[in-house]
T-cell receptor, first 108, second 116 residues
Framework: SQQGEEDPQALSIQEGENATMNCSYK?????LQWYRQNSGRGLVHLIL?????REKHSGRLRVTLDTSKKSSSLLITASRAADTASYFC????????FGTGTRLQVFP | GAGVSQSPSNKVTEKGKDVELRCDPI?????LYWYRQRLGQGLEFLIY????????KSGLPSDRFSAERTGESVSTLTIQRTQQEDSAVYLC???FGTGGNTGELFFGEGSRLTVL
């Protein structure tokens, strides 16, 4: 079974808008990671947040982590058409288990 | 090479045939992972290697699936007597793999398997 579940399953926005994706997980974690997958391609690592961190930034990405609620969010600010992709959260210790993903469509 | 390499990139086979999928991880990465992704779905964990050992094979769907890794490098995922439900993209990833604290995974582009 999946460790994480993303919400929403799909999201459509206009360029320039912000996109927020949420991830819930089930067990205790050491860290949580977010990945991006362009259609038909492999996954690319975006950002890793440790269990003792609450927020982390990388360029237009902002990730938050709430271990008490077992949830994380990924915010993409000032979205671009090139941000169109699927986004996955992933957690695990010896093996990384991925969530179900959010399909983001950014319209020019 | 600079990244994780998988071959073949595409494989079409007939039901009942065996297939082998290969993964060349990034040099020096001790951990190697196999995932399956059906069309429009998330990633399904299959197996991971730490060195040449596979501590967790829990994700392998059936005994038709097996994997090995040699020389702490190349890994092969073998599917015997393929079925149509095996059709999917098989993704390989590698990492430095510090036990108990999985770090960033580097993915290959996947092997797309179609079973007719």
């Amino acid at each position: 079974s999946q460790q994480g579940e993303e919400d929403p399953q799909a999201l459509s926005i206009q360029e320039g808008e912000n996109a927020t994706m949420n991830c819930s997980y089930k067990t205790s974690i050491n860290n949580l990671q977010w990945y991006r997958q362009n259609s038909g391609r492999g996954l690319v690592h975006l950002i890793l947040i440790r269990s003792n961190e609450r927020e982390k930034h990388s360029g237009r990405l902002r990730v938050t982590l709430d271990t008490s609620k077992k949830s994380s969010s990924l915010l993409i600010t000032a979205s671009r058409a090139a941000d169109t992709a699927s986004y996955f959260c992933a957690t695990g210790t010896d093996k990384l288990i991925f969530g179900t993903g959010t399909r983001l469509q950014v319209f020019p | 090479g600079a990244g994780v390499s998988q071959s073949p990139s595409n494989k079409v086979t007939e039901k009942g045939k065996d297939v082998e999928l290969r993964c060349d991880p990034i040099s020096g990465h001790t951990a190697l992972y196999w995932y399956r992704q059906r069309l429009g779905q998330g990633l399904e964990f299959l197996i991971y290697f730490q060195g040449n050992s596979a501590p967790d094979k829990s994700g392998l769907p059936s005994d038709r699936f097996s994997a090995e890794r040699t020389g702490e490098s190349v890994s092969t995922l073998t599917i015997q007597r393929t079925q149509q439900e095996d059709s999917a993209v098989y993704l390989c990833a590698s990492s430095f793999g510090t036990g108990g604290n999985t770090g960033e995974l580097f993915f290959g582009e996947g092997s797309r398997l179609t079973v007719l």
